[in-house]
Protein backbone atom coordinates (compact mmCIF):
# COMPACT_ATOMS: atom_id res chain seq x y z
CA UNK A 1 0.00 0.00 0.00
CA UNK A 2 1.06 3.77 0.10
CA UNK A 3 3.21 2.93 3.87
CA UNK A 4 5.24 0.62 1.67
CA UNK A 5 5.51 3.11 -0.80
CA UNK A 6 6.56 5.69 1.15
CA UNK A 7 8.81 3.89 3.03
CA UNK A 8 10.69 2.14 0.05
CA UNK A 9 11.14 5.96 -1.18
CA UNK A 10 12.05 6.86 1.91
CA UNK A 11 8.65 9.49 2.76
CA UNK A 12 6.03 9.12 4.66
CA UNK A 13 2.44 7.75 4.09
CA UNK A 14 1.36 11.48 4.75
CA UNK A 15 3.40 13.27 2.41
CA UNK A 16 2.86 10.60 0.06
CA UNK A 17 -0.75 11.22 0.59
CA UNK A 18 -0.41 15.10 0.06
CA UNK A 19 1.40 14.40 -3.29
CA UNK A 20 -0.46 11.74 -4.88
CA UNK A 21 -3.85 12.21 -3.03
CA UNK A 22 -5.25 7.93 -3.23
CA UNK A 23 -3.58 4.88 -4.59
CA UNK A 24 -6.26 5.35 -7.20
CA UNK A 25 -4.60 8.33 -8.26
CA UNK A 26 -0.98 7.27 -8.59
CA UNK A 27 -1.86 4.45 -10.30
CA UNK A 28 -3.75 6.26 -12.81
CA UNK A 29 -0.79 8.48 -13.48
CA UNK A 30 1.07 5.39 -13.57
CA UNK A 31 -0.54 4.21 -16.10
CA UNK A 32 -1.15 7.52 -18.12
CA UNK A 33 2.74 7.93 -18.49
CA UNK A 34 3.46 4.80 -19.97
CA UNK A 35 0.48 5.13 -21.63
CA UNK A 36 1.57 8.74 -23.38
CA UNK A 37 5.08 7.58 -23.78
CA UNK A 38 3.72 4.83 -25.79
CA UNK A 39 1.57 6.67 -27.82
CA UNK A 40 4.09 8.89 -28.94
CA UNK A 41 6.65 6.85 -30.06
CA UNK A 42 3.59 5.28 -32.15
CA UNK A 43 3.33 7.92 -33.49
CA UNK A 44 6.69 8.97 -34.27
CA UNK A 45 7.01 5.34 -36.21
CA UNK A 46 3.78 5.98 -38.21
CA UNK A 47 5.29 9.34 -39.25
CA UNK A 48 8.68 7.69 -40.46
CA UNK A 49 7.15 6.40 -43.67
CA UNK A 50 4.16 6.27 -45.56
CA UNK A 51 4.93 2.23 -45.93
CA UNK A 52 3.03 -0.11 -43.87
CA UNK A 53 5.90 -2.51 -43.39
CA UNK A 54 7.93 0.50 -42.12
CA UNK A 55 5.28 1.32 -39.93
CA UNK A 56 4.68 -2.02 -38.44
CA UNK A 57 8.24 -2.50 -38.01
CA UNK A 58 8.61 0.72 -35.95
CA UNK A 59 5.52 0.23 -34.03
CA UNK A 60 6.81 -3.05 -32.95
CA UNK A 61 10.54 -1.49 -32.32
CA UNK A 62 9.17 1.10 -30.53
CA UNK A 63 6.52 -1.16 -28.40
CA UNK A 64 9.71 -3.84 -27.20
CA UNK A 65 12.02 -1.06 -26.64
CA UNK A 66 9.47 0.89 -24.30
CA UNK A 67 8.48 -2.48 -22.82
CA UNK A 68 12.18 -3.69 -22.07
CA UNK A 69 13.07 -0.41 -20.67
CA UNK A 70 10.25 0.09 -18.53
CA UNK A 71 9.55 -3.30 -17.09
CA UNK A 72 7.68 -2.92 -14.44
CA UNK A 73 6.17 0.24 -15.68
CA UNK A 74 4.81 -1.41 -18.82
CA UNK A 75 3.56 -4.55 -16.57
CA UNK A 76 1.41 -2.08 -14.36
CA UNK A 77 -0.20 -0.34 -17.37
CA UNK A 78 -0.97 -4.06 -18.88
CA UNK A 79 -2.49 -5.29 -15.97
CA UNK A 80 -3.21 -3.30 -13.22
CA UNK A 81 -6.04 -1.01 -15.32
CA UNK A 82 -8.90 -3.37 -13.20
CA UNK A 83 -7.73 -1.69 -9.82
CA UNK A 84 -9.03 2.09 -11.42
CA UNK A 85 -12.59 2.77 -11.42
CA UNK A 86 -15.10 5.21 -13.21
CA UNK A 87 -13.44 8.36 -15.18
CA UNK A 88 -9.72 6.90 -14.56
CA UNK A 89 -10.34 3.50 -15.55
CA UNK A 90 -12.46 5.03 -18.72
CA UNK A 91 -9.63 6.94 -19.83
CA UNK A 92 -6.91 5.10 -19.36
CA UNK A 93 -9.07 2.58 -21.29
CA UNK A 94 -9.61 4.73 -24.11
CA UNK A 95 -6.15 5.91 -24.59
CA UNK A 96 -5.35 2.10 -24.81
CA UNK A 97 -7.52 1.39 -27.16
CA UNK A 98 -6.17 4.49 -29.18
CA UNK A 99 -2.62 3.15 -29.15
CA UNK A 100 -3.42 -0.32 -29.83
CA UNK A 101 -5.17 0.93 -33.05
CA UNK A 102 -2.36 2.25 -34.76
CA UNK A 103 -1.70 -1.70 -35.02
CA UNK A 104 -5.11 -2.23 -36.52
CA UNK A 105 -4.90 0.47 -38.94
CA UNK A 106 -1.13 -0.22 -40.09
CA UNK A 107 -2.39 -3.70 -40.68
CA UNK A 108 -5.68 -3.07 -42.40
CA UNK A 109 -3.84 -0.63 -44.64
CA UNK A 110 -1.03 -3.42 -45.71
CA UNK A 111 -3.34 -5.94 -46.29
CA UNK A 112 -5.43 -3.47 -48.18
CA UNK A 113 -2.40 -3.09 -50.37
CA UNK A 114 -0.84 -6.67 -50.24
CA UNK A 115 1.89 -5.98 -48.04
CA UNK A 116 0.81 -8.00 -45.36
CA UNK A 117 -1.73 -10.95 -46.02
CA UNK A 118 -3.67 -11.03 -42.47
CA UNK A 119 -6.36 -13.79 -41.93
CA UNK A 120 -8.53 -12.38 -39.03
CA UNK A 121 -7.20 -8.71 -38.23
CA UNK A 122 -8.43 -8.17 -34.73
CA UNK A 123 -6.66 -11.43 -33.69
CA UNK A 124 -3.30 -10.29 -35.85
CA UNK A 125 -3.51 -7.32 -33.77
CA UNK A 126 -3.72 -9.06 -30.45
CA UNK A 127 -0.98 -11.54 -31.41
CA UNK A 128 1.39 -9.00 -32.50
CA UNK A 129 0.43 -6.53 -29.02
CA UNK A 130 0.69 -9.46 -26.45
CA UNK A 131 4.02 -10.48 -28.43
CA UNK A 132 5.67 -7.44 -27.62
CA UNK A 133 4.05 -6.46 -23.81
CA UNK A 134 5.45 -10.01 -23.08
CA UNK A 135 9.04 -8.49 -23.17
CA UNK A 136 8.28 -6.93 -20.08
CA UNK A 137 8.36 -10.92 -18.19
CA UNK A 138 12.02 -12.04 -19.47
CA UNK A 139 13.67 -9.01 -20.66
CA UNK A 140 16.92 -8.38 -19.05
CA UNK A 141 19.46 -5.73 -19.62
CA UNK A 142 22.71 -8.43 -19.32
CA UNK A 143 21.12 -10.94 -21.22
CA UNK A 144 22.29 -13.07 -24.52
CA UNK A 145 21.01 -10.36 -27.09
CA UNK A 146 21.07 -6.37 -26.75
CA UNK A 147 17.88 -4.56 -27.15
CA UNK A 148 18.17 -3.76 -30.90
CA UNK A 149 18.86 -7.32 -31.17
CA UNK A 150 15.58 -8.17 -29.60
CA UNK A 151 13.59 -5.49 -31.17
CA UNK A 152 14.61 -6.71 -34.76
CA UNK A 153 14.26 -9.97 -33.87
CA UNK A 154 10.15 -9.21 -33.16
CA UNK A 155 9.62 -7.12 -36.02
CA UNK A 156 11.07 -10.65 -38.19
CA UNK A 157 8.43 -12.37 -35.55
CA UNK A 158 5.85 -9.86 -36.78
CA UNK A 159 6.50 -10.29 -40.46
CA UNK A 160 6.24 -13.70 -40.46
CA UNK A 161 2.61 -13.52 -38.69
CA UNK A 162 1.44 -11.34 -41.27
CA UNK A 163 3.00 -13.29 -43.79
CA UNK A 164 5.10 -9.96 -44.82
CA UNK A 165 8.59 -9.81 -46.78
CA UNK A 166 11.36 -8.57 -44.20
CA UNK A 167 13.38 -7.42 -47.23
CA UNK A 168 10.69 -5.33 -47.68
CA UNK A 169 12.51 -3.12 -45.41
CA UNK A 170 15.70 -2.71 -47.13
CA UNK A 171 17.62 -1.10 -44.36
CA UNK A 172 14.59 1.30 -43.59
CA UNK A 173 15.38 3.13 -40.12
CA UNK A 174 12.48 2.06 -37.60
CA UNK A 175 14.61 1.82 -34.62
CA UNK A 176 14.85 4.81 -31.86
CA UNK A 177 16.29 4.40 -28.36
CA UNK A 178 13.69 3.73 -25.96
CA UNK A 179 13.03 6.73 -22.59
CA UNK A 180 12.84 5.58 -19.19
CA UNK A 181 10.00 6.72 -17.46
CA UNK A 182 10.06 8.16 -14.04
CA UNK A 183 8.04 5.61 -12.86
CA UNK A 184 10.51 2.88 -13.79
CA UNK A 185 13.28 2.12 -11.13
CA UNK A 186 16.76 1.55 -11.69
CA UNK A 187 16.84 -2.69 -11.64
CA UNK A 188 19.83 -3.14 -13.61
CA UNK A 189 22.17 -3.51 -10.15
CA UNK A 190 19.22 -5.58 -8.37
CA UNK A 191 19.44 -7.59 -11.96
CA UNK A 192 23.32 -8.14 -11.40
CA UNK A 193 22.88 -9.56 -8.19
CA UNK A 194 20.05 -11.98 -8.91
Known sequence: GIRELGAEAG????TLYH???SKELL???IIRACLEEMTQAGERALKRSADPAVQLAGLVAAHVGLTAVNRLTARV???EMRGLTGTNRGEMQKMRDDYEAFFGHVLERGGRVG???VDDLAM????????CTGVAHWYRPDGRLTLPEIQDYFVRAAFRLV????EALDGADFMETSTRLGSEPVLDDLWAKN
Open 11 to 14: INSA
Open 19 to 21: YVG
Open 27 to 29: LAS
Open 77 to 79: AEY
Open 115 to 117: VFH
Open 124 to 131: SRLAVLEM
Open 163 to 166: SADY
